[in-house]
């Protein structure tokens, strides 16, 4: 989250909660061979138009991890829970940018 809010394109495992979070923002690789880390990142450095895409879609996409959205969401877990009923936080999901819902990188 940190690297895509300062614009660096990400290049991930795609494991555990990453893809969650880096959603289309980000280049997930499903296995950690140094070979495909290699290609992803040489891809990134030729391809500027798509460095510059991830970069600005990796912005808006860490935007939406604030650390008062994360407590709006554990209060509600806390208060589902206990058999209460606090609702959903009004951005329950974390938004991808628009652009990267019609042309996300695959």
């Known amino acids: 989250v940190e690297a895509m809010a300062q614009g660096c394109p990400v290049v991930a495992l ?11 923002a980000g280049e997930l690789l499903p296995t950690a061979e140094p070979e495909l880390l290699a290609e992803a990142m040489v891809r990134l450095l030729e391809d500027r138009a798509q460095r510059e895409r991830l970069a600005r879609w990796g912005r808006q996409r860490a935007a939406a991890f604030t650390w008062e959205r994360s407590a ?12 209460e009923d606090a609702g959903e936080p009004e951005d329950a999901e974390a938004p991808l940018p628009a652009e990267a819902e019609v042309g996300a990188p695959g």
């Not at 795609?14 to 289309?24: I, K, L, Q, S």
């Not at 709006?72 to 058999?83: D, E, F, P, Q, V």
């Open 14 to 24: 795609d494991r555990g909660a990453t893809p969650e979070v880096v959603g289309h």
């Open 72 to 83: 709006m969401r554990h209060l509600a877990a806390y208060a589902r829970a206990l058999g």
